[in-house]
Antibody, heavy 121, light 110 residues
Framework: QVQLVESGGGVVQPGRSLRLSCVGS????????MQWVRQAPGKGLEWLAI????????YYADSVRGRFTISRDNSKSTMYLQMNSLRVEDMAVYYC??????????????WGQGTTVTVSS | QSALTQPASVSGSPGQSITISCTGT?????????VSWYQQHPGKAPKLMLY???KRPSGVSNRFSGSKSGNTASLTISGLQAEDEADYYC??????????FGTGTKVTVL
């Protein structure tokens, strides 16, 4: 079945780095743009970034631009989120999501279960 | 990229209809027909309920409908059921290849 599985979350000190992974299965990963969304504890959803299906174009929310980098390896059906200079306010559950293929940024139709990032000294 | 504004909570009795508003600006909701809605149960991942304002993905009940007027999009749940109790988020394309979510609405079935 169509599935996304995130990994790489954990506990990290402020200022350090972490890389999240998102593996897709059950669909042609290379055909879809992919996105990252996060949710701080007890808070709402926050859109972070999107990468085109071929990986050539990447776009970010102002809150993470310059610190986070989205990338993908279609040969491994995997998307990544490299997070540098982590702050306490980056603590959240991070979700990867598939963009609808029919129309760019019209909705996220498949979501992973999320991976938790804790930033604490 | 300010979050879209949603009511914090909406409630209704089983069988009733409720409407959740999502207010943005002329730079996001008002300028594009690219509002999507998500349902999120506690501890679960969000689920796409509507896209392009009013279109339902396969498998989503026709009790969920959407509309837009000016800078405000709306999600209506008719025939409210206990399983509809969840958090709901709108999301809009906001230009410059970015998206923005709403503040979220907790739906309670009385």
């Amino acid at each position: 079945q169509v599935q996304l599985v995130e990994s790489g979350g954990g506990v990290v000190q402020p200022g350090r780095s972490l890389r999240l992974s998102c593996v897709g299965s059950g669909f042609t990963f290379s055909s879809y743009a992919m996105q990252w969304v996060r949710q701080a504890p007890g808070k709402g959803l926050e859109w972070l970034a999107i990468i085109t299906n071929d990986g050539n174009n990447k776009y970010y929310a102002d809150s993470v631009r310059g610190r986070f980098t989205i990338s993908r390896d279609n040969s491994k059906s995997t998307m990544y989120l490299q997070m540098n200079s982590l702050r306490v306010e980056d603590m959240a559950v991070y979700y990867c999501a598939r963009d609808r293929i029919q129309l760019w940024m019209s909705g996220m139709d498949v979501w992973g279960q999320g991976t938790t990032v804790t930033v604490s000294s | 990229q300010s979050a879209l504004t949603q009511p914090a909570s909406v409630s209704g009795s089983p069988g009733q209809s409720i409407t959740i508003s999502c207010t943005g600006t002329s730079s996001d909701v008002g300028n594009y027909n690219l509002v999507s809605w998500y349902q999120q149960h506690p501890g679960k991942a969000p689920k796409l309920m509507l896209y392009e304002g009013s279109k339902r993905p396969s498998g989503v009940s026709n009790r969920f409908s959407g509309s837009k007027s000016g800078n405000t999009a709306s999600l209506t749940i008719s025939g409210l059921q206990a399983e509809d109790e969840a958090d709901y988020y709108c999301c809009s394309y906001a230009g410059r290849t970015t998206s923005v979510f709403g503040t979220g609405t907790k739906v309670t079935v009385l």
